[in-house]
């Protein structure tokens, strides 16, 4: 797959990066793609939130926005898949072009805007899928246009609360207009008191508990990370994920791509991300489960990114540039960074260097 990719990499960057994920996704529904024939290695199970996953590395949301290739996408290797961001009703997203590959950074700027088809399209096609196992997480989002945003988070819970493994609250898209502001510590706590009570009453009337997880900007302020932290102590939310896009364009060599709008993502994204994580996993404690997010691109990237403090990594933009059999070279790293240094699980690598990622420069 490694040289398969690369062969066809030059064609695939003359075509817009949009248009080239739909290819992607229609090939991946096709079923003609290949499958791994990995043998499972114990060593890299990971229990979190009260599910087992068979390895670490997740494709993150923003990939399969619709549901429309998650067992694909389990069958390429990836230990689970996170579907969305879904909203209530379909929206058609931000006026294209609206995603930007930067080769000489390894980045990707997107300003999509939430472009999905909405709750009902997407339960149809769980529901299709119920019974084939895997884990698969659904990431819900808000309207643009809505009136009461929180309203929307707590309509995606009620929908899908049959058929996710676990949830993702998407507060920290950098392309809706004041989706980030629900990060502010008031509007945080009434979000998550909707959002877990909804959960809970679904438990209650005999549903299954999903867990339900947090994701957060890689922007947030040393006091705003705080916040977050208190109010997902307080709340007991099962889970966080770290981080979203950013808005910061420190480093980049293409600059002329740089001044484009909406978030940054790839390998610019690491550090920052890192180092936030880092942060949050210091703030909250040992047991809280964080999935990494940003700027994996190889086997490295994932171990610094567990070691800092992720029990679960995700991955999307380093796929652009690495190709489908970027998951199976990260699980390879691991497993042979494991027997070099004699690790029995990746519960024994997470958080092991929190202190000394969390007091590095993001900007560095």
């Given at each position: 797959m490694i040289d398969l990719y690369r062969l066809m990499k030059p064609a695939v960057f003359r075509v817009d990066p949009e248009t080239a994920h739909g290819l992607t996704i229609r090939a991946l529904a096709t079923g003609l793609t290949p499958k791994s024939c990995r043998a499972p290695d114990p060593r890299l199970a990971v229990t979190a939130f009260g599910v087992d996953f068979p390895n670490p590395v997740g494709m993150a949301a923003g990939f399969d926005k619709n549901a429309e290739v998650a067992d694909a996408v389990l069958g390429l290797g990836?230990?689970?898949?996170?579907?969305?961001?879904?909203?209530?009703?379909?929206?058609?997203?931000?006026?294209?072009?609206?995603?930007?590959?930067?080769?000489?950074?390894?980045?990707?700027?997107?300003?999509?805007?939430?472009?999905?088809?909405?709750?009902?399209?997407?339960?149809?096609?769980?529901?299709?899928?119920?019974?084939?196992?895997?884990v698969v997480g659904v990431n819900i989002g808000a309207n643009k246009d809505s009136e009461d945003r929180v309203a929307d988070y707590v309509a995606g819970i009620r929908a899908?609360?049959?058929?996710?493994?676990?949830?993702?609250?998407?507060?920290?898209?950098?392309?809706?207009?004041?989706?980030?502001?629900?990060?502010?510590?008031?509007?945080?706590?009434?979000?998550?008191?909707?959002?877990?009570?909804?959960?809970?009453?679904?438990?209650?009337?005999?549903?299954?508990?999903?867990?339900?997880?947090?994701?957060?900007?890689?922007?947030?302020?040393?006091?705003g990370l705080d916040d977050i932290a208190a109010e997902v102590t307080e709340k007991r939310l099962?889970?966080?994920?770290?981080?979203?896009?950013?808005?910061?364009?420190?480093?980049?060599?293409?600059l002329a791509t740089a001044k484009e709008s909406g978030g940054l993502s790839g390998r610019p994204l690491f550090r920052r991300a890192t180092v936030v994580l880092a942060k949050m996993r210091l703030k909250v404690g040992p047991d809280l489960p964080i999935i990494g997010v940003g700027g994996i691109d190889g086997g490295e990237a994932a171990y610094e990114k567990i070691v800092a403090g992720a029990d679960l990594v995700q991955v999307y933009s380093g796929l652009v540039y690495e190709g489908p059999s970027l998951v199976g070279r990260i699980l390879d790293h691991l497993a042979a960074r494991m027997t070099r240094d004699g690790i029995g699980s990746i519960a024994e690598l997470t958080g092991r260097w929190a202190e000394r990622w969390a007091a590095a420069d993001p900007n560095a």
């Open positions: 990836f230990g689970h898949v996170e579907v969305g961001t879904v909203t209530p009703r379909p929206q058609p997203g931000n006026p294209k072009p609206r995603m930007f590959r930067l080769p000489a950074d390894h980045g990707v700027i997107n300003r999509l805007g939430f472009n999905n088809q909405g709750h009902a399209a997407m339960r149809a096609r769980l529901l299709a899928r119920k019974g084939r196992g895997g899908f609360a049959d058929l996710a493994t676990y949830f993702t609250v998407n507060i920290s898209s950098p392309n809706t207009p004041g989706l980030r502001d629900l990060q502010a510590r008031a509007q945080l706590a009434d979000l998550l008191e909707r959002v877990l009570t909804a959960r809970d009453e679904i438990a209650a009337g005999g549903g299954r508990r999903v867990p339900v997880l947090l994701k957060i900007a890689p922007d947030v302020d040393d006091a099962d889970g966080l994920v770290v981080s979203n896009t950013t808005l910061s364009r420190d480093g980049l060599r293409d």
